[in-house]
């Protein structure tokens, strides 16, 4: 089954929805990690008189990481599941926060404008068709200078962590695809990983759009080598 994109993946997220949150909860660590990848954007005095986008939102597992990091601040979140986004405004929010449906290629024809101080993006970058345009999107929505944490399967390149991955997937996430009765979405989720860029790759492709000060940085537990924070800063100059 190839990936899936687009339309297709935004019908089968409506179609997991429900039982996401269930789902991600059988993954060690998953909250923990994008607490510490919201972290890393090193918001101060809890992001007080900022304005923040989250892109790709799901249910809120990143926006409450997001909201976390930086409780004071006014927070965009916008996903392209309207299924995933039902689920999310049904949980308990303060008045900072705010959810959008629209695809991540189109946040400025949907009237998420910036400038924001700090963007933050979780699992969304391997399951857009162009990567770049969703980049540089992001880049043009950003302050001058303004910083983003991207969260993502990204594979470090070595076979081991590949195995990990295909050795997670088949033993733990597509059994329980099974008790949902469609494994489209969680196969999706394995061969999107496998077909991404590697760390590396990822880096590079943020510094060619043009974002500036990349690093790459790891992730503890059995994400090590399989999930990494990308933390950078938008150029502080317009691009040519």
Known sequence: MPVMHGAELASAFDHA???????VAVNPGYHAH??????RLGLRAGGSGMRLLDV?????????????????????????????????????????VRFVHCPAERLAEAGVAGPYDAVFAAYLFRNVADPDLVL????DSMARGGRVAIHEYTLSGLPRHRAVWTA???????????????????????RS????????????RMRRVGFTQVRVLPLPGWQTGVAHTFVARAPAT???
């Open 17 to 23: 929805a429900a039982l996401y949150d269930r789902m």
């Open 238 to 240: 317009g691009l040519k």
């Open 136 to 139: 540089a999107g992001v880049r």
């Open 193 to 204: 990983v496998l077909e991404f860029d590697t760390a590396d790759a990822f880096a590079a």
């Open 34 to 39: 994008l607490r510490r990848s919201a972290r």
């Open 168 to 190: 997670v997937c088949r033993g733990l996430l597509l059994p329980v695809a099974c008790l949902t009765g469609d494994r489209s979405l969680y196969e999706h989720l394995w």
């Open 56 to 96: 790709g939102c799901g249910t809120g597992a990143s926006t409450a990481a997001l909201l976390t990091a930086a409780p004071r601040a006014r927070i965009t979140a916008v996903d392209s599941s309207a299924g995933m986004l039902e689920v999310a405004a049904r949980k308990r929010w303060g008045r900072g």
